[in-house]
């Protein structure tokens, strides 16, 4: 008789069932690496709507801060003038990047004397598990509820 070479249907199954095992290990460590890695733009996003927001109350001082997003971003900028400033990504400004949903506003009488910025993952623990935002005095803080504004009492970012 002869012998057939190939594979057993046990041999098949080993090798199936140690490519799951190594796929349940490294899933888990790439979702949380997804994660990191948006935390880590929406912190650099509100760190630029942060030198945004001061350059726009430095180029246009009898405005103060700009009263939203759209206000520092512009799709031909030429010029740029206070309803479009010119100073962040069209991305950013629309309010959504890398699994966060930013927002920003100004308040006060004009010219508007502070302002805030925040970001929260658009879904907790798959997005992000921390929310972001800063104030006039641009640090950046978080919490890991989600934020809508920000009072400038959350925990500062080391």
Known sequence: MR???GFSLIELLIVVA???IIAAIAIPNLLRARIA????SAVASIRT?????ISYNSSYPTVGY???LTALTSNGCSPPDSTQACLIDTQ???GTK???????????SSPAGS???AASPLTANQTGVRSFCSVADAVVRYSTAALTSCAGTETPLQ
């Open 66 to 68: 700009a009263a939203n």
């Open 98 to 108: 890398s699994g966060y949903s930013f927002v920003a506003a100004s308040s006060g």
């Open 3 to 5: 012998k057939q070479k």
């Open 49 to 53: 709507i942060n030198t945004a927001m």
């Open 37 to 40: 890695a948006n935390e880590t």
């Open 115 to 117: 302002y805030y910025a």
């Open 92 to 94: 950013l400004a629309s």
């Open 18 to 20: 140690i490519i799951l």
